[in-house]
């Protein structure tokens, strides 16, 4: 299903199309996904942030361009010295799309569903913490924890800890009435979304009067869009292959930024041989990076040595631990009595970087002596067998989600970690509120995951976007999945 | 998307298994009515009532059959919905909420007998109703399909008769040249090239999407000419080749060459006598490929990301939203048993032997 760039820009020749210069108020953007429902405080699909984060709704923190985290619906906050309350104080003046006001019971009411028994949010760890949540006054809300949280603030900013209303909360997956800056007007499922602006914002105003967002997944209809200008802007353009083409063409402009991606070779650390850390060493050093990311995802990536986002202030480089060296792979291999190698599965979910970066891999441990058999398959599948079901030695998957370190403290976690060093590690973590304390800790618990190598680190995972050129306020990086339209318009 | 060649080969199986297609109407060269039928009214009144009866239990076993087939494949919807970070009591909540904690047997026959109902359930996914969704994506799949056919069938019939009636000249040959590279031309890959020179190159069309049959009826019309005329090609390759075959079998007949020893010429032998007769075969692969349209058009929605059917399946099947795969493909079940049934009717139609029981 894909046509080779050299033979679309044959067809293309020397195409130079000049778009009427009218003044335009309305974009029209692309993105592979389309959400499932409009509801992001139930259901994990990241498309639903992509579109409806900041945009539509809003949370009492929020996360700005550079991944800090800034006040959101809460124009700011006292937090007790022991670290347990949080008071957070409301901006004045909110009100929803439906024009009911935004006040402390509706904070009450957002943070208690989503940490409910019966609370279907995806990610409801985030809330665990939360002891009570209580209305001082309409624009006052004290949130008491059970323990210090020091990420707390950091959780709030998630798409999944948005303010809902009661009001609405059971049309939102159809209807999302939130208090940003765009209001939700149409849905045609499986084409687009369309939002306007909304007049009654309590802040800066979007320059745009509406945006459209398409959902476009396959990667040769994607680049016809783009070239045929049907879109504006394709945010995660899903071929990386036509990018230098877009790069080399005036019409556009080329913005490769960062997730929060770290995508990795997992390895099944409780059972034979991956229970031995020796076994484990010799696969990182079976692994050539720059190959993956050269032959995978066309030079696009930043290459890892740990479970940490490599812009993030906290991050340590310890690629070096897990440098490209075959030789030692294979005296490893044979310190731990494999000499002969051995054979093993390679789980690939859909994603390019799996199934592309997969068939490097394989090649790559089959060098060393270590015949991984590639098996394809769907999410649904990979998430029943693999993720929950642990049946499997290697599997390819980024771990999307913001400051995630966390997971290795879970030993059921697929991988299953949770050595009790790293857990204490962590709970410090939570504890402390600290910055200089906190980027202390972190670097720690880098360095233990990268030493004990719990699974190999590949890549940062790179995130293009191809725009027209005149389009300026977009987000580079990816610190949350979002595609922020608030501040974007049509410079001249 | 690797898979999505597998796709179409899944849901064209299940259209070819699912339609009962009795063996002569395959065969160009027997006549249809020679299984032996009593007299006038009651035959066709008989003829009518079995293919009634094969139609209901065509469709009774194909429900049970979608059903154990999508619940058989490993995947939950609520663990798919709720990602990697979910905790395992917010996945049994949820499964609550959807009704997944309900036995198989109980879920079969509520599905069922809301469909009978009308009532096809509420999307796992999408949390909207799966009659809802369907009727929408039906306002793409169907037009498509009938533009599709119609286009197919419009070069089709003048190409194959032209060829018929030019046997062995150059007309013929330039014909069945055409219609050899039309097979052989796989539609997406023709559907991109399209794109290339007429979204991206010449900018007539947009290079897909629809913008909704509300914004305008030309503007949806001009939306599905593309992908029309992908799909519609190899379809018109196909049908032009059997019309073409079709007639000539007809002409070696011998009431044809009564008819030409009563002085008509091969023309016009062709246009009052053969060409009737020759629409038999013809008629059931129109059938076959208006099914094949209507469910098969899944690569080519990918392609112009037009969001019909066939898209809506593939999303379905990938998200597990598995109570919108077993309804889509169940509606496309009964539309490729109902449309069997239509070209069963048309045969007695185009043949009076059928009627009159002769």
Redesign the interface.
Same mark, same amino acid.
């Given at each position: 299903m894909r046509i080779t760039p050299i033979f679309c820009a044959l067809l293309l020749g020397a195409t130079a199309t000049v778009s009427a210069a009218t003044a335009q108020t309305g974009i029209t953007v692309a993105v592979q996904l389309e959400p499932p429902n409009l509801d992001p405080t139930s259901g994990a699909a990241g498309a639903i942030d992509t579109v409806l984060y900041s945009n539509v709704f809003e949370g009492l923190t929020r996360f700005a361009a550079d991944g800090s985290v800034v006040p959101g619906l809460a124009e700011s906050w006292d937090i007790s010295d022991d670290g347990l309350e949080y008071t957070f104080h409301l901006r004045d003046g909110v009100t929803f799309h439906d024009a009911t006001v935004m006040d402390a019971e509706d904070v009450k009411f957002s943070l208690d569903r989503a940490r409910g028994d019966d609370s279907t949010n995806a990610q409801k760890g985030l809330f665990a913490s939360i002891a009570s949540v209580d209305v001082v006054d309409p624009l006052t809300v004290k949130v008491t924890l059970s323990e210090p949280t020091g990420s707390f603030l950091f959780n709030m900013a998630w798409g999944d800890a948005v303010i809902v209303a009661p009001e609405s909360i059971e049309g939102n997956a159809n209807n999302p009435i939130g208090t940003g800056a765009f209001k939700f007007a149409n849905w045609v499922q499986g084409d687009r979304i369309e939002l306007i602006r909304n007049p009654d914002y309590w802040g800066t105003p979007a320059p745009l009067e509406t945006a459209t967002f398409r959902f476009i997944a396959d990667p040769t209809a994607a680049f016809a869009a783009v070239m045929a200008e049907d879109v504006d802007a394709f945010f995660g353009f899903p071929a990386p292959e036509n990018i230098p083409q877009f790069q080399a063409d005036p019409r556009f402009q080329v913005i490769i930024g960062n997730t929060e991606g770290e995508t990795i070779l997992a390895m099944n650390n409780k059972t034979a041989p991956f229970d031995n850390v020796k076994v484990r060493e010799a696969v990182a050093h079976a692994i050539d990076r720059q190959a993956i990311i050269n032959g995978a995802m066309f030079g696009q990536g930043t290459p890892i040595g740990t479970h940490f986002a490599p812009h993030h202030p906290a991050y340590v480089d310890l690629t070096g631990l897990s440098d490209f060296d075959p030789e030692k792979s294979k005296a490893l291999l044979a310190e731990a009595g494999l000499a002969d190698g051995f054979t093993t599965t390679l789980k690939l979910p859909p994603p390019s970087y799996a199934r592309r970066g997969g068939e490097i891999i394989a090649s790559q441990l089959r060098a060393v002596g270590i015949t991984a058999e590639i098996e394809n398959q769907e999410w649904a599948q990979w998430l029943e067998t693999t993720f929950k079901g642990k049946d499997f030695g290697l599997t390819i998957v980024s771990h999307t989600e913001p400051m995630d370190i966390g997971i290795y403290a879970d030993p059921d976690y697929y991988f299953q970690y949770g050595r009790p060093e790293f857990v204490a590690i962590m709970d410090e973590l939570n504890a402390t509120t600290d910055d200089a304390a906190r980027t202390e800790l972190l670097q720690q618990a880098q360095t233990m995951i990268a030493e004990d190598y719990v699974n190999v680190y590949l890549f940062e995972l790179a995130f293009p976007t191809v725009a027209k050129v005149g389009l300026t306020g977009l987000w580079e990086n990816q610190p949350t999945q979002a595609v922020d339209l608030t501040g974007v318009s049509w410079g001249k | /998307?690797? *898979? #999505?060649r597998g796709m179409g080969y899944f849901i064209d199986s299940f259209t070819v298994t699912a339609c009962v297609i009795p063996r002569h109407r395959l065969r160009g060269d027997e006549p249809p009515c020679s299984i032996r039928k009593p007299t006038g009214q009651a035959a066709m009144i008989r003829y009518v009532l079995s293919r009634l009866t094969s139609l209901a239990i065509s469709l009774i076993v194909a429900s049970l059959v979608i059903f154990l087939v999508v619940e058989v494949?490993?995947?939950?919807?609520a663990?798919?919905? #709720?990602?990697?970070? &979910? %905790?395992p +009591?917010?996945v049994a &909540? @949820?499964r609550?909420?959807l009704g997944l904690d309900a036995s198989k047997p109980q879920r079969y026959l509520s599905w069922v007998s809301g469909m009978v109902t009308g009532d096809f359930g509420t999307s796992y996914?999408?949390?909207?109703p799966v009659a809802d /969704?369907i009727g +929408? %994506?039906l306002w793409i799949s169907l037009p498509l399909a009938l533009y599709a056919l119609a286009l197919s069938t419009l070069i089709a019939f003048p190409a194959g008769i032209y060829a018929a009636s030019r046997r062995g000249g150059a007309g013929d040959t330039a014909v069945m040249g055409a219609t050899q590279l039309g097979i052989a031309i796989p539609n997406?890959w023709f559907a991109?090239l399209m794109? #290339?020179?007429f &979204?991206?190159?010449l900018?007539w069309f *947009?290079?897909?999407?629809?913008p909704?049959w509300e914004r305008g009826f030309w503007g949806g019309i001009k939306a599905l000419t593309l992908p029309a005329v992908a799909l519609a090609l190899p379809q018109a390759a196909i049908l032009a080749r059997i019309m073409r075959s079709s007639l000539l079998d007809m002409l070696g007949e011998d009431f044809i060459r009564t008819a030409r020893a009563k002085g008509l010429s091969r023309r016009q032998a062709l246009w009052r006598h053969a060409l009737r007769n020759a629409l038999i075969p013809v008629l059931t692969i129109i059938g076959l490929q208006f099914s094949f349209l209507l469910a098969g058009a899944i690569?080519i929605e990918?392609?112009?990301? @037009?969001?019909?059917l066939g %898209? #809506?399946v593939f !999303?379905s099947?990938? !998200?597990?939203?598995l109570i919108v795969v077993e309804s889509v493909v169940m509606l496309l079940v009964f539309a490729v048993i109902t449309v069997n049934f239509i070209v069963d009717l048309a045969y007695a139609a185009v043949d009076p032997r059928l009627r009159t029981g002769r």
């Open positions: - | /998307m690797p *898979s #999505l494949a490993p995947g939950d919807p663990s798919y919905m #709720l990602g990697v970070n &979910a %905790r +009591d917010t &909540a @949820l609550i909420e996914t999408y949390r909207s /969704m +929408d %994506r997406f991109m794109v #290339l020179v &979204a991206i190159k900018r *947009s290079a897909g999407g629809f909704g690569i990918q392609v112009f990301f @037009l969001p019909g %898209r #809506l !999303q099947i990938s !998200q597990r939203d």
